[in-house]
């Protein structure tokens, strides 16, 4: 069975600070995806980051990039210079069987002025 | 590249009555669809799997008569919800996937409620 966690239902960032948004996973395929989406309140996911199992670089886009450590299955969301903008749920998201995703809790995400 | 779209973004309903929520591709061709269901302050939960031409694959506990999916054409996949009830209300949000299959595109979501 495909498991998917996010330890922090919630977490507060002062603008312009780094943050890490933690996510584990547990998958017996072999080849897999991890991916980040974001939904603000309007509801729509958008997506940020995606790691395959076989990628030996961490990904990065612009200023997110995700902290892979295949051997502890943890796939981690790095935000750097957080800005208000980035406040919104985020959800890290398993594929497996080729194109399914699973996905986990989410994590809330306030950045403080 | 690789919208998606849906329609209508929010329905109000009868409770006993049906509705349809559409989703497109506008800009690839869609082998695969995927429907969502998501309620307030959860996460998505995957419904079912569409493959163009063929039946939906429906996930464990989601009743195939109450939730009806068809997917005509690699561009369009429709959710009709049958009888809607008020626990039927929920944010339905859909998703495609082209040839290769390694991302889903998510559409904007459609906010269901039956009163």
């Known amino acids: 069975a495909q498991k998917i966690t996010q330890t922090q239902p919630g977490m507060f960032v002062q603008e312009k600070e780094a943050v890490t948004l933690d996510c584990t996973y547990d998958t017996s395929d072999q080849s897999y995806g991890l991916f980040w989406y974001k939904q603000p309140s309007s509801g729509e996911m958008i997506f940020l980051i995606y790691?395959?199992?076989?990628?030996?670089q961490n990904a990065t886009e612009g200023r997110y990039s995700l902290n892979f450590q295949k051997a502890r299955k943890s796939a981690n969301l790095v935000i750097s210079a957080s800005q208000l903008g980035d406040s919104a749920m985020y959800f890290c998201a398993l594929r497996y069987n080729f194109n399914k995703f699973y996905f986990g809790s989410g994590t809330k995400l306030n950045v403080k002025p | 590249g690789a919208v998606v779209s849906q329609h209508p973004s929010w329905v109000i309903c009868k409770s006993g009555t049906s509705v349809k929520i559409e989703c497109r591709s506008l800009?690839?061709?869609?082998?695969?669809m995927f429907w969502y269901r998501q309620f307030p302050k959860q996460s998505l939960m995957l419904m079912a799997t569409?493959?163009?031409?063929?039946?939906?694959?429906?996930e464990q506990g989601v009743e195939k008569d109450k939730f009806l999916i068809n997917h005509a054409s690699l561009t369009l996949s429709t959710l009709t919800v049958t009888s809607a009830h008020p626990e039927d209300s929920s944010f339905y949000i859909c998703s495609a996937s082209g040839r290769e299959g390694r991302e889903q595109y998510f559409g904007p979501g459609t906010r269901l409620t039956v009163t």
């Open positions: 800009d690839f061709q869609a082998t695969t």
């Open positions: 790691q395959g199992s076989y990628d030996e």
């Open positions: 569409s493959n163009e031409g063929s039946k939906a694959t429906y």
